[in-house]
């Protein structure tokens, strides 16, 4: 492997893909997953579930992604056991891939973190850790053939795809089959170009075309068009002519933004566009409360976001993660060896394979 592959760039948007999955596959089997015998009571084990839902929730979402990528493998070590060294790679191969995401930048690309401008936008970060991240699912995964885990085999295996997933092919054919949409806004509102901007950068396959009501080519291309209703609404219009407004153009845009996927559906549901329009017609009452006063005069046109091509900051030094690779290789073999018999346990590894019922406690 050239030092490229370990030093190079990596998509960021694979590593985001790879949270989500993470995050989604663990949350959905959390409540199944044993806890220590501190949490052995249905009091304890529900606060343990409910943090762990919120926990797990945030990093799919990738809020505050950095603290929240640790939080996630504490509560992986308090829901598989009280020991914090890997001992068993097959039951605790999910623990130890968030131990090594630590050391991502898993916020870099498609997190809230980005949207609401706590970090910028990364297209790339240094190869380095998820390189390790994707090494520790090799091990995991053959760990958990050996021992017969499959279903855990094909989890590993499915988040070793999420971080070799062909991003831009994928995003191209999506793009192909949803039809674009122009998106007319109050330029001249700063609340709507706050809007604006944060629904361009949940745009991941540039389906929507930005244009500013104030524009004298909009009124040109569009006569039919209200420039009093552009001031009170966002407007949209789709490739057919039809053009929505407020509650039924956000819920429009929502099939257009892959954010907003899961959420699209429920804006059908009874009552709900009923409540929506509402509760639009009030925000757009109050923008200029929300947001201060109008611009008034020359407008600059408003860009679409774009990702930044370099890391996003410097990554932990190769020799301290490759000492701690080691390490945990180390431990892996010597609790296998001390199963056997092969070598006699440490003190951390007979309590290990005590609390895992292959060894009996000295009497």
């Known amino acids: ?12 948007r694979r590593l985001a893909l790879f949270r989500i999955v993470f995050g989604a596959v663990v949350l959905a089997r959390l409540w199944a997953l044993p806890t220590v015998d501190l949490a052995s009571g249905w009091p304890m084990r529900l606060v343990l579930l409910a943090v762990g839902y919120g ?22 070590t308090v829901f598989s056991g009280a020991s914090l060294v890997l001992l ?37 970060v240094v190869a380095l ?11 995991g995964i053959g760990l ?8 855990l085999g094909c989890v590993l295996g499915a988040f070793l795809v999420a971080l070799a997933f062909p991003i831009d092919r994928a995003l191209a054919l999506l793009g192909r ?16 170009r706050r809007s604006m901007e ?8 540039q389906r929507l075309v930005p244009r500013d009501a104030h524009d004298p080519a909009v009124r040109a291309e569009l006569p039919a068009l209200d420039p009093e209703r552009c001031q009170r609404e966002i407007v949209l219009v789709r490739a057919d002519g039809a053009i929505l407004g407020g509650f039924d153009a956000f819920r429009a845009l929502a099939w257009r933004l892959p954010a907003l996927w899961l959420v699209a559906p429920f804006l059908y549901l009874p009552l709900v566009p009923f409540v929506g329009r509402r509760v639009y017609r009030k925000l757009a009452a109050r923008r200029f409360e929300l947001a201060g006063a109008c611009k008034i005069g020359p407008l600059e046109p408003l860009p679409r976001p774009t990702a930044e091509q370099g890391p996003a900051r410097r990554e932990p030094h190769h020799l301290a993660l490759a000492a701690l690779l080691a390490l945990q290789l180390a431990l892996v073999g010597w609790s296998l060896a001390a199963r056997t018999g092969a070598v006699p346990p ?13 060894s009996q406690p000295p009497a």
């Open 144 to 151: 958990a053939m050996v021992s017969g885990a499959l279903q």
């Open 88 to 124: 068993d790679g097959a039951e605790r191969a999910v623990r130890l891939v968030a131990f090594w995401m630590i050391w991502t930048d898993l916020g870099a690309s498609w997190s809230l973190d980005t949207v609401r401008g706590a970090q910028p936008s990364r297209r790339f």
């Open 198 to 205: 944060q629904l361009l950068r949940l745009d991941v396959l």
């Open 177 to 192: 089959r949803i039809r674009p949409a122009t998106v007319i806004f109050d330029g001249r509102c700063t609340f709507c």
């Open 129 to 139: 850790a998820p390189r390790f991240v994707q090494l520790q699912l090799v091990i």
């Open 1 to 12: 492997m050239t030092r490229a592959f370990w030093l190079g760039d990596f998509d960021a």
């Open 346 to 358: 440490a003190r951390f590894v007979e309590a290990e394979l005590r609390l895992v019922g292959l």
């Open 55 to 76: 926990v797990f929730g945030a990093l799919i979402l990738g809020h505050r992604t950095r603290g929240v990528v640790v939080l996630a493998f504490c509560v992986l």
